[in-house]
């Protein structure tokens, strides 16, 4: 998983990837810390890339993102987000989430 250190790249990344996986954390959160090798895990099944940010180190990206709980996983599609989920993660549900954005075809952005 690629971290982000800054808004601008996270900019430049939301700007350029047709499809991601932003997980975001923060310091002192054992629930992040579980849930982090879970999801890391799944990125060798899925074919967009996954990234992750520390909302403690980056907080516009928080801000921008209207993140108010750590842990969230995020998935976006042509620069929106699509999925939410926070704190604790049904991990089935995101599982069949990322199963649709892998499906969806870039022709009908």
Not at 29 to 49: I, M, N, R, T
Not at 64 to 90: C, D, H, I, N, Y
Request: with cysteine; proline share 6%.
């Amino acid at each position: 998983m690629k971290e982000i250190d800054s808004f601008d790249q996270w900019l430049t990344i939301s700007a350029s990837e047709p499809k991601l996986l932003l997980f975001v954390k923060t310091d002192h959160c054992s629930v992040c810390e579980g849930l982090y090798p879970q999801v890391a895990e799944l990125e060798k099944k899925y074919p967009f890339p996954f990234y992750k940010v520390n909302a403690a180190q980056v907080p516009e990206v928080a801000g921008q993102l209207s993140l108010f709980t750590a842990p969230v996983v995020l998935l976006f599609r042509q620069g929106k987000e699509m999925t939410r989920f926070a704190r604790f993660v049904p991990m089935e549900q995101l599982k069949h989430r990322m199963d649709e954005l892998g499906e969806w075809g870039e022709d009908y952005a």
